[in-house]
């Protein structure tokens, strides 16, 4: 099946060299990264977290995502999912290699990740969230293509296979869990310290996953003829409908917990993310843009995916989705992370911009990302089209 990935119109190739590109120059940033150090990022000691831990904990909610599809496929028997699952697994395994290289690019010299291995810690949250990650990419693997196969072969999967599907839908579950703890079990950051992290990491993930997967079946269905079926659609919407508006209701919930009972750790870190934190007759203010276009873009998207005749149409739809996954990369792919640094426990502020060769690492992944999925997808669009001419 590998080599369907060598055939492909023009497009195709046009789009793998523009992704290259970007590839080549986040390799050429990190490799400078690689031999400076990470004195060339926009981190320090009172900001040890910036743009590489964000975007890995908004891409685990996208690998995350795909149960949502599982889910209904195989445990309630919703068969109008069956075109699309594939593509659920496809994108997973693209998001947690995106995770693993940013966990890299965080760490500065790879080969610290070996003490993972070497020096396991099982008191240490980070040790089980290496277990969960690595276990749901080699799981997507496996059974995306076992299954591939034999829907190439117009023959039943394997039943052994389902034993590492359904264990697949708790370990979906469960890398987003471990990273919500590695947050909220750390003490010392009062805006992290909460229990209502995980679930509003699951809802944004349910939501943002199924959103990016529709804007995929979009795509495919324009530059490659696959159609996911408009009732499998559907299906998507509501669900990202239902996980969106209780994503928003638990952000609700921490600002109402902030202000009313007054606590000045959540309180403050939602003032600097809502509307800037005056300290020492300076106001501090860089995340309020990015914290508003969050709110504008969730719900609007809510209200626009709400709306009947919006699903009929597909530049509608898609871009809904589009303002949707926007929405919540601009809450947890940037606010929450470095909200939690503001203010330090010393309660001084210490703003992080990330520097040209961070942004520049981060679009190399996005690019490496992009450019895994857009080859699993060529593969998984290949066996379709081989099927239906049989």
């Keep these: 099946m590998i080599e369907k990935t060598l055939k492909g119109k023009p497009a195709y190739w046009i789009w793998l060299a523009f992704l290259g590109m970007f590839m080549a120059i986040g390799a050429a940033c990190y490799i400078r990264q690689y031999n400076i150090g990470l004195s060339l990022t926009g981190m320090s000691r009172d900001v040890s977290w910036g743009l590489y831990i964000s975007q890995f904990t908004f891409l685990v909610g996208g690998a995350a995502g795909g149960v949502m599809l599982l889910l209904p496929y195989y445990i309630h028997n919703f068969k109008e999912f069956g075109r699309i699952t594939i593509l659920g697994e496809f994108m997973a395994i693209a998001a947690i290699i995106m995770c693993l290289m940013f966990i890299m690019a965080d760490l500065g010299q790879p080969m610290r990740a070996l003490n993972v291995l070497l020096y396991p810690s099982p008191q240490s949250i980070l040790f089980y969230d290496a277990i969960v990650l690595n276990a749901y990419l080699y799981i997507n693997i496996l059974c995306g293509w076992v299954i591939l196969t034999a829907e190439r072969k117009q023959v039943k999967p394997p039943k052994w296979i389902y034993f590492f599907i359904y264990l697949s839908i708790p370990l979906a579950i469960s890398i987003h869990t471990v990273t919500a703890m590695l947050y909220c079990g750390l003490g010392g950051r009062h805006f992290w310290l909460t229990a209502i992290i995980a679930p509003r990491f699951l809802a944004s993930a349910f939501a943002a996953g199924p959103a990016l997967i529709i804007i995929a079946c979009l795509i495919l269905k324009r530059v490659a003829g696959f159609d996911a079926g408009r009732k499998a659609m559907n299906k998507l919407v509501t669900i990202i409908i239902y996980a969106a508006i209780l994503n928003m209701f638990f952000v609700g919930l921490e600002l109402f917990v902030g202000y009313y009972s007054n606590i000045p750790g959540h309180k403050h870190a939602f003032e600097y993310l809502f509307f800037g934190l005056e300290h020492n007759g300076h106001v501090y203010n860089n995340l309020v843009p990015f914290m508003w276009g969050f709110v504008v873009l969730g ?50 502020v210490v703003e992080y911009i990330p520097t040209a060769n961070e942004i520049g690492i981060t679009i190399g992944i996005w690019a490496t990302g992009l450019f895994v999925v857009t080859v699993l997808y060529k593969i998984a669009i290949g066996v379709e089209h081989e099927v239906e001419k049989c």
């Design 299 to 348: 719900f609007g998207a809510i209200a626009v995916l709400l709306t009947p005749a919006a699903r009929k149409n597909d530049l509608v739809l898609g871009l809904g989705c589009g303002a949707l996954f926007l929405a919540f990369w601009l809450d947890k792919g940037i606010g929450f992370v470095l909200a939690g640094f503001v203010p330090t426990p010393m309660y001084d």
